[in-house]
């Protein structure tokens, strides 16, 4: 069987060219990017490249830019780093979002256990969060803002700039974990105005096993992992020479294609969701449909259906139902809970997410496959 | 990279050996999916590449599969076993036992964890005139646990003298007073056998980069059973790797650990005799070249006391670091790669009771699956010119 892959929120391809970037540090560049000799110093010279071209996808500059193992460590990074640097002995303040990922939310209960001080932000139910109410959380004693820049679910894009000007004026620190949007649409630090934000390879056509996050220069952290001091001291471990030149590769192929496949994948996104409103009618809901939304990802609740029965009946379709890191449980994705979605729509829900390699023809299989299954399910 | 420039690097890190990148490559262009993705085949494919190198892992550690924790490398092994432990919230104390030689991975945590009121207790090691040369004595160890040690991490193999703790009879020693011992055995692990049952060990770090794997994942061993082992997670998310640590997994990497130690294992015994006798090469025509070589670490004719790849000599008089610009055709270091960017000599060295400038004037070879007689023969050349050189300019 070919499968018909449209889950690229949870994980891309690597992309050929990624591959290639790739190669040479599997082979003959394997020195230790910590040693002296000659050797050592071109795998550093490799790794600083690479550092370069993340730090330009995002309007950074190279030393703004820590190699992490992903965007779970990275998150970790950020959050824990800001709130053990400021107040090492708990006390400090936190605040985020109701639509985080687990990378975000898990970081934040740990330092609640470890006694600080956690609010958590709604949204409307078309997926929005309002600078307004970010701005009404904050106290005295707040440290970091960390809301995520676009939802691996619905993909709805948060005003984060707008929050974090108003963060700003109380001096408050802001993060955004941009593991969706970092090679979906623009994400440059200085527009958005963030402090710091995260990012994984493996979400844009880099191998699973690499990330980054961007420090603004001044910020300073605790780091999460100790040993010898790699990385400016924020992150101890034999650099990931291999998966880091992939990164960088993929960063340039992300910036240069950033317009045009958006625009594509947009296309064929809407068309795709014509198709299954033409035949469903207005009871399919798109969730956030009236938000600014990542161009790729198409978050639909099929009425009358559970989308585990759906996707059971159409195997050749990989999509998701919900966050792919959630293991099966009855509950509701926070996500949907949080839009004021009913238990019976998020069952309905399916999560279709486009990538460069998704075709017209795909789209056009994956609608029928789609209806279908729907029309016998019904 | 030049091809005139021989590897004698093997401990800071070693080639992905070809065969063990053809493992990993249908996992970066095929078999893309996340393992954590339950609704699709791609996610199906990944968790079983998943489990099948955990087991494989697991069985040449004589661990069970659920015992491994799959980390980035093993800087976050490490991380997570001391910090993990010292960090439960229900632990026997705040006293944590080490010893001088560890690597910055181990002592870098622990002196971060004695800024925050822990007591850190980093034992000796026997001098380097000794005959047990590196290594700890029991008995200072036994008199260091405490009713209040949450910890005893004692590294397996030294990653700069090769020298190899008794981790048999220091287990021994922790299990009598309960504290559970942790080995960071990233030199170890794909040289000699280790097994974590016979050894007595609750937790071990290691990783695939030190045995001709990718760089960028590392492994824990986290005993399960009689009485499981609980750790604080250092990274949280997802709940991948049983809550142990989150973030999604690097199937490639996985599966290339797995192959590497495969390998390792079936090449072993053979091996491990052809790094000797290149090693014994190495030293017989340094020495020759420069009699008043010293050697640091275990006599080479102990081989249950060092490990075969490894040879550490100090030229007396000499600087290492102007050692190391004088000779182009090896890549060797003077010690650890992960502080060769620090000035500071040798900690190791230093721990022996070599004095400052005997450290400076130490280099580590560290030599592997990819060197032939011939390699050796060049770096004994290069040794041999780069010390006379630096000699005449400081005799004149």
């Known amino acids: 069987m070919r499968w018909l892959y449209l889950d690229y929120n949870a994980t891309t391809p690597i992309a050929p060219s990624v591959q290639e970037a790739m190669l040479p540090f599997l082979a ?24 370069g071209q993340v730090a330009s996808l995002l309007g950074a500059d190279r030393d703004e830019i820590v190699f992490t193992s992903g965007g779970t460590e990275a998150n970790n990074l950020a959050i824990k780093g800001v709130l053990l640097k400021f107040a090492p002995g708990g006390g400090g303040h936190l605040v985020i979002s109701a639509l985080e990922h687990e990378a975000v939310v898990e970081p934040a209960k740990f ?99 690499i990330g980054a996050l961007f420090v603004r220069r001044g910020v300073a952290l605790e780091p999460v992992l100790h040993g010898a001091g790699h990385e400016g001291g924020l992150r101890a471990g034999t650099e990931n020479v291999p998966y880091i030149a992939a990164l960088g590769r993929a960063a340039v192929l992300a910036g240069k294609s950033l317009a045009e496949a958006g625009e594509r994948l947009a296309l064929l996104r809407d068309r795709l969701l014509a198709r299954l409103r033409d035949e469903i009618g207005p009871e399919l809901r798109v969730h956030g449909e009236l938000s600014p939304r990542l161009p790729n990802t198409l978050s639909v609740c099929l009425p009358g259906i559970a989308a585990d029965d759906l996707l059971a009946r159409t195997p050749e379709l990989c999509a998701s139902t919900g966050a792919a890191c959630h293991r099966h449980t009855s509950a509701m994705s926070p996500t949907l809970a949080a ?29 029928e496959l789609l209806l279908s299954a729907w029309e016998a399910l019904r | 990279m030049p091809e005139a420039q021989v590897y004698l690097d093997n401990q800071s890190t070693t080639r992905v050996d070809p065969r063990v990148a053809e493992a990993m490559w249908p996992y970066f262009t095929e078999q893309y999916g996340n393992a954590g993705s339950t609704s699709h085949a791609y996610g199906a494919e990944a968790r079983e590449a998943v489990a099948a190198a955990r087991a494989s892992l697991a069985a040449a550690i004589g661990a069970a599969p659920a015992e491994i924790v799959f980390t980035s490398g093993a800087t976050e092994s490490n991380n997570l076993a001391l910090r993990g432990v010292a960090e439960r919230p229900r632990r026997r104390g705040n006293h944590i036992v080490s010893v001088v030689t560890e690597h910055k991975a181990i002592l870098d945590p622990l002196q971060r964890l004695e800024r925050r009121g822990f007591e850190i207790t980093l034992l000796p090691v026997a001098p380097a005139s000794s005959s047990d040369v590196g290594l700890i004595d029991l008995d200072q160890l036994a008199a260091a646990l405490r009713d209040k040690t949450c910890l005893v991490s004692v590294m397996l193999a030294n990653n700069e003298i090769g020298v190899l703790q008794p981790l048999r009879e220091i287990a021994e020693v922790c299990r009598a007073r309960g504290v559970w011992l942790h080995t960071d055995a990233t030199q170890a692990v794909g040289k000699l056998p280790v097994n974590v049952a016979e050894l007595g060990i609750d937790l071990m770090s290691f990783s695939a980069h030190k045995m001709y794997g990718p760089k960028g994942i590392g492994a824990l061993y986290v005993r399960r059973s009689s009485p499981p082992v609980r750790l604080e997670p250092q990274i949280d998310g997802g709940g991948q790797e049983s809550g142990f640590r989150s973030g999604t997994l690097n199937v490639p990497g996985i599966v290339g650990f797995a192959t590497a130690l495969d390998l390792c294992l079936a090449e072993m015994a053979a091996e491990t005799t052809r790094l000797r006798s290149l090693r014994d090469q190495l030293y017989a025509g340094l020495l020759k070249a420069v009699p008043d070589m010293l050697l640091n670490g275990p006599a080479l004719d102990q081989p249950h ?56 004037a130490s280099l580590r070879f560290g030599l592997g699956r990819f060197n032939s007689p011939q390699d050796i023969d060049i770096a004994i050349a290069a040794v041999a010119q780069a010390v006379h050189h630096l000699r005449s300019l400081t005799s004149r």
């Not at chain 1, 619905?154 to 090679?183: F, K, M, W, Y």
């Not at chain 1, 994400?187 to 710091?196: P, Q, S, Y």
């Open chain 1, 111 to 209: 330092l609640e256990r470890w006694g600080y001080d956690v609010s958590i932000v709604g949204c409307n139910r078309q997926g929005l969060i309002d600078p307004a109410a970010v701005a009404a959380e904050l106290r005295h004693d707040t440290l970091l803002v960390s809301i995520m820049h676009a939802n691996n679910e619905i993909g709805v894009i948060q005003p984060i700039a707008e929050i974090a000007r108003l963060c700003h004026e109380r001096n408050v620190l802001v993060h955004t974990d941009a593991a969706q949007s970092v090679g979906k649409i623009k994400t440059n630090v200085d527009e958005l105005e963030v402090d710091l934000l995260s990012l994984t390879g493996h979400k844009f056509y880099a191998p699973k096993g």
């Open chain 2, 305 to 360: 006391l060092r490990l075969a790849n490894n040879l550490n000599c100090t030229f007396p008089h000499v600087n290492g670091e102007a050692l190391l610009l004088n000779m182009k055709t090896i890549a060797v270091s003077s010690g650890s790669a992960c502080t060769s960017a620090s000035p500071e000599p040798s900690h190791v060295l230093l721990g022996l009771g070599r004095s400052l400038d005997e450290a400076r």
């Open chain 1, 28 to 51: 003959e560049r394997y020195a230790n990017p910590s040693s002296s000799h000659v050797l050592g110093r071109m795998c550093q010279e490799a790794l600083e490249d690479a550092r």
């Open chain 1, 339 to 367: 839009l004021g979605v009913e238990m019976e729509a998020a069952r309905g829900t399916l999560r279709l997410s486009l990538g460069w390699y998704t075709t017209e023809e795909e789209i056009e299989r994956a609608a």
